[in-house]
């Protein structure tokens, strides 16, 4: 097989720097693109202007509006979404708002309703914060639809079944541009499928079949759902991939070989080609874990989704290893002292599984909750894929929960979710006042010398505590007080380099 070209991984950047909430380009002369966690589109029209998927959140629909009015004030008479999924309808009710009226096909409203829920439900479990139901869409098609902005018309069609099965595509015919929502995805792994629903990369070709009809249009250029504009070469890579781990697949399922097995034999085989694909939400485990249920799915089989066949991206220690280094310990202290060895040789399935079963042990004491947390948000930063990242934050953010629920004045707790809720909505361009507010009761209760502060001296869980204040600024884009408090964080630790690295900007 012939090697295809793939994305190069972008170099590592300030992890701490401001950040820019949608990224606007102009595709062609009416025609942009806003790159984001998720594409969104818009084309102007000599009367109107119709936006294409609505972004993740309020606040990414909110910076999504701005940069239309920034091009143009002509009304939006349009909202378009291609498929069901939350982030490309969370900012459908601003835009309705702002005088749109929203199209979708029939399937997509429809999965909206009875779809939806199940796949926020997971996305919820994995720290994502999903806000109202989307709004539904006002006007349905079945097979076509076409609108006018003012000479220029716009063909909405089913393109067929393909990351969703209510896959619609726009086609600007003026301007030979496609907006392919996730049918198409570039610049990183493509996730084939969500693991709570029974759609995606099923192994029938289904999906191959709607990518090729897209580009039997022959466009300029299709605007994906993720990444950069595609061309024939980004189109090429997606198709190879998909043929890839479909023939893979399908050659083992022949062989009778179960889920454990068909990893342990093709994960450790991938080609270089495939390894060296960046990773954001896909992952080749979840390709392979796609296409094996589509193949394997028995009919009478109630759970839809491949999820309870993944196995935990949280790594796990040899059992009898572990027993032999809990044996005899009776103190919550223990473990934790074992644990911070594990950590400081560079074990960290060890450290992960010390702590785990210290919340078996001490399931009531606060300390071995809130440091396991602390060790599978360390872990995580391991993990590449946001979804695999995601079995790490459930669990923390269930240890963090039960403290918090017992213990509501826990300053390890409280720091500890409030800094994960706030360095999520920094990432995602989410709204951190709900993190905020926890770490500003930190910053309280350790000023008059509250209970609980989770193994580090107090000073430092100031320092941490106002330092993470100041990232919810800078992610609300108030410079002025998220560097004061980064200065606040380093009068109390000079030494906090995260403060340091904010700074530098």
């Not at 990224?23 to 594409?39: A, D, F, H, Q, W």
């Not at 069901?84 to 309808?89: L, N, P, Q, S």
């Not at 993720?226 to 050659?251: D, M, W």
Request: net charge neutral; proline share 6%; with cysteine.
């Amino acid at each position: 097989m012939a090697t295809p070209a793939s994305a190069s991984i972008p170099k590592q950047a300030n992890p701490f720097a401001p950040r820019v909430y949608g990224e606007l380009k102009k595709v062609t002369g009416c025609v942009y693109i806003v790159r984001n966690i998720t594409n969104s589109s818009f084309v102007i029209g000599d009367r109107s202007v119709a936006v294409i998927d609505t972004q993740v959140n309020f606040p990414s629909a909110e910076q999504l509006l701005k940069l239309v009015r920034s091009v143009t004030d002509k009304p939006i008479e349009f909202v378009i979404n291609t498929h069901y999924h939350w982030d490309h309808t969370n900012g459908n009710q601003l835009f309705k708002e702002a005088g749109a009226t929203l199209i979708s096909s029939k399937l997509t409203k429809e999965f909206m309703v009875h779809r939806a829920p199940r796949q926020k439900e997971f996305l919820a479990g994995r720290g994502f914060e999903l806000g109202k139901d989307p709004l539904l869409p006002e006007i349905t098609f079945e097979g076509e639809h076409t609108i006018d902005l003012g000479n220029m018309p716009l063909r909405l069609f089913f393109a067929g079944t393909a990351e969703t099965d209510d896959a619609t595509a726009v086609h600007v015919v003026n301007e030979n541009i496609v907006m392919s929502g996730d049918t198409v995805m570039t610049g990183s792994f493509p996730i084939f499928g969500q693991p709570v629903w029974d759609e995606g990369l099923q192994g029938d070709n289904q999906w191959v079949d709607t990518i090729q009809k897209l580009m039997s249009l022959k466009p300029k250029h299709v605007i994906p759902g993720h990444g950069p504009l595609a061309g024939e070469k980004e189109v090429s890579l997606l198709l190879e991939i998909e043929k890839y781990f479909t023939e893979e697949v399908k050659r083992l399922v022949a062989k009778g070989y179960d889920a454990a097995k068909v990893l342990s034999d093709l994960e450790p085989r991938l080609p270089e080609w495939v390894t060296k694909i960046p990773l954001v939400w896909g992952t080749p485990r979840y390709a392979i874990l796609r296409v094996l249920r589509g193949l394997t799915k028995k009919e009478n089989d109630p759970e839809p989704g491949w999820q309870k066949f993944k196995p935990s991206a949280i790594p796990d220690a040899d059992a009898k290893r572990l027993a032999q280094k809990i044996q005899n310990k009776e103190n919550v202290s223990d473990f934790i002292q074992m644990a911070e060895e594990a950590k400081e040789g560079g074990d960290a399935a060890l450290r992960l599984a010390i702590l785990k079963k210290a919340t078996q042990v001490f399931p009531n004491i606060p300390d071995a909750l809130t440091a396991y947390a602390e060790a599978l948000i360390d872990a995580s930063r391991a993990e590449a894929s946001v979804l695999e990242k995601g079995d790490f934050f459930k669990a923390a953010r269930a240890s963090w929960d039960k403290v918090l629920n017992s213990h509501p004045r826990h300053i390890a707790a409280l720091l500890g979710k409030g800094r994960y809720l706030v360095m999520m909505a920094y990432r995602g361009g989410d709204d951190p006042r709900n993190g905020m507010k926890l770490l500003e009761k930190v910053v309280e209760l350790s000023a008059v010398g509250g209970s609980a502060f989770g193994g580090k001296p107090p000073t430092r869980t100031r320092a941490e505590a106002e330092f993470y204040l100041g990232m919810g600024y800078r992610r609300l884009q108030d410079e002025t007080k998220a560097k004061r408090q980064f200065q606040k964080a380093l009068v109390l630790d000079p030494a906090f380099t995260p403060a340091r690295l904010a700074m530098e900007i």
